[in-house]
């Protein structure tokens, strides 16, 4: 079993900067990815890192955000630049096996309680 807890969430303004980070304990995954939730809308992937370093990320946030895992550690961080409103929404982290990498949430196992991200204009 994997638990995953997120950190970093908060309030701010639109062109600002925010990082989320997941801390993970237990074995068992090799797929690391963030998703978010807006109100009244679908969960939606944002980020994936596979264990041997490949990226995949939402056109929505290519450019302005960044996910990066530390195996030391077992955490992963998702650095958000340039927030715009339409970001806002709660983030959660996710772990799974390796097939399961990239942005589809019915593929990850494992699942972070979540952190509010609230982007204001």
């Known amino acids: 079993q994997v638990q995953l807890v997120e950190s970093g969430g908060g309030s701010v303004q639109a062109g600002g900067s925010l990082r989320l980070s997941c801390a993970a304990s237990g074995h068992g995954y090799n797929c690391m990815g963030w998703f978010r939730q807006a109100p009244g809308k679908e969960r939606e992937g944002v980020a994936s890192?596979?264990?041997?370093?490949?990226?995949d990320y939402a056109d929505s946030v290519k450019g302005r955000f960044s996910i990066a895992k530390d195996s030391r550690t077992s955490t992963w961080s998702l650095s958000m630049n340039s927030l715009k409103p339409e970001d806002t929404g709660m983030y959660y982290c996710?772990?799974?096996?390796?097939?399961?990498?990239?942005?589809?949430?019915?593929?990850?196992?494992?699942w972070g309680q979540g952190t509010q991200v609230t982007v204001f204009s």
């Open positions: 996710a772990a799974g096996p390796i097939w399961a990498c990239g942005l589809l949430t019915s593929t990850y196992r494992f």
């Open positions: 890192i596979r264990g041997d370093g490949e990226l």
